[in-house]
Structure formats: structure tokens, C-alpha cells
């Protein structure tokens, strides 16, 4: 059981995240990330650009650590024990490219109401502050939702690089990971990452988001999973999980999803204020 404990929840509800909590091995990271760079290299783009969002439609490994128990132990802490798999994005950054995350908060775009939901950031490969970890501003999530412009900055892995300007920098917390550790952060928490400025790949997989199953999305549609529990509201539709690597079928799911998607972050960024 990877239960939280009530320092973390206490950590959780007085900061916006929780982290570092251990989920697999290192060795077992590897092995994502050689499943990760095999669908590059077979399938050149499928995993850039939006092609980042949902890759666990495509990758077994990347679906099983979605699924996975000591994850979704901790989840239920905070959700309840009715979980829906709402959507997942890679977040990769090359050494010598110009990849950040700018700050924002996720609740702006996403769509999902109410904020019984909660993001699960996984380290694929180790995080720190030489690589580009993420960044969280503690506390934050207990302001309202924040103003963001959209700024298309060049090496914004952010759709429409959405930004919260005046982030007091020094404010903000490095969330240190280890391969095979995970952080979980609240919807409403502003954070964001700067430059990978080491010689290897920083490699994080995102379930962006784990939702309870009273949530609805309220900005267009998109599919979910059922990961723990029942839905007995059943305000989505529901998708299978991944059958083989790189199948036909599921890399055709994927594409629809990921058109969804773009449709709910460009609904959200025309919206001021709340939704």
C-alpha cells in the first residue's frame, strides 16, 4: 500500500503537492524509457508536439504505470476510491534545446470541474534542478484562479504557452525526483520548469488527470478510463486500455483524443476568470 500518510495529506493541503513518493524501480524506469524512445523511433513525431498527449493508449508500459496500484493507493487518499483516467502528456526535454515549462496553473485550461482532481507527475528519468524539474510556487493553489497570457514563447512545451507573470521565483519549490518517484500536485497550484542544461534527456510522464468520478469537463469532451472503483455518474465516454504496441486501432483512438483535447485547451484559453 502506498497510502499517503497524514503528514503528506497535511503537506498536500497546506502546499498544493506532495512530494517525493517512491512507485517502481530504476531499472523499471529504464524500461519505460526504452519502450518511450522505441515508439520514437518507429513512428518519428508520434510522440512531439501534440502527439505528447495520451501516449498511454500506445505504450503498454506507459498504460501500466497509469494503472498502477501504489499510484492510484496514493490518489484515493486524496479522491476518493472512484477514479477516472482523464488524459496523460510526456513531457521530454532534450539536452541544448530550449524546453521549459512556463508557470501556470493547470486548472486554467483543462476544463475539469469540480476540482476533486489531482496530477501525478512521474519521473521516468531522474528530475532536478540541473535537468529542468518542476517548480512549484507552495500555496498557491489556495488564491483564485490567476490571470495567464499567452505567449507562443519559442521552447514552451505549453500548447499556447500560457504564463502567470510575477511568479516570485525565490518562492518557489524544487520538486526533486528520482527515477521510479512521482510527486502529486493540486489543480489549482501555479508551477512550471526551466531548461534542461545537463548532457541527457529529462523525461517526465504525466497523468494530467487522475478525476473523481463527480467531475465533469465543462470546456468540450474528452474520453476517460476507469482506473479504481465505479462510476455511477458516468458523464464521459469510456475507452478501453491499450491492446499491443503502436496497434492501429489504439494509435487511432490517440489521434481523436488528442483532437479533443486541443479543442478544450483553446476553449480554455479564450476564457477570463473562471469557467
Known sequence: MTNLSPNQLKQYENEGFVSPVDIFSKDRAKEIRKEIEMIEEKIPGELSKSGRYNAHLISPLLDKVTHDAKILNAVQSILGKNIL?????????????KGFVSFHQDAKYIGLKPLNWVTAWVAITDSNE??????????????????????????????????????????????????????????????????????????????????????????????????????????????????????????????????????????????????
Not at 85 to 94: A, H, M, P, S
Request: hydrophobic share 30%; with cysteine; charged share 25%.
Open 130 to 275: 540541473n535537468n529542468g524539474c518542476m517548480r512549484i510556487w507552495s500555496g498557491s493553489h489556495k488564491d483564485n484562479l490567476k490571470d495567464h497570457d499567452q505567449m507562443f514563447n519559442e521552447g514552451n512545451l505549453l500548447t499556447r504557452g500560457q504564463t502567470v507573470n510575477n511568479v516570485p521565483i525565490n518562492e518557489t519549490k524544487p520538486l526533486i525526483l528520482k527515477a521510479g518517484q512521482m510527486s502529486l500536485h493540486h489543480p489549482m497550484v501555479v508551477h512550471g520548469s526551466d531548461l534542461n542544461k545537463s548532457d541527457d534527456r529529462r523525461i517526465g510522464f504525466v497523468i494530467q488527470s487522475y478525476i473523481g468520478t463527480n467531475v465533469k469537463q465543462m470546456l468540450g469532451k474528452n474520453s476517460v478510463q476507469l482506473a479504481r472503483g465505479v462510476d455511477k455518474f458516468n458523464y464521459h465516454k469510456t475507452i478501453g486500455r491499450t491492446k499491443s504496441l503502436l496497434n492501429k486501432s489504439d494509435l487511432k483512438v490517440k489521434k481523436q483524443e488528442n483532437d479533443n483535447l486541443q479543442e478544450i485547451f483553446y476553449a480554455g484559453s479564450q476564457k477570463k476568470g473562471e469557467y
Open 85 to 97: 483516467v482523464c488524459g496523460t502528456t510526456l513531457f521530454i526535454k532534450n539536452p541544448n534545446e
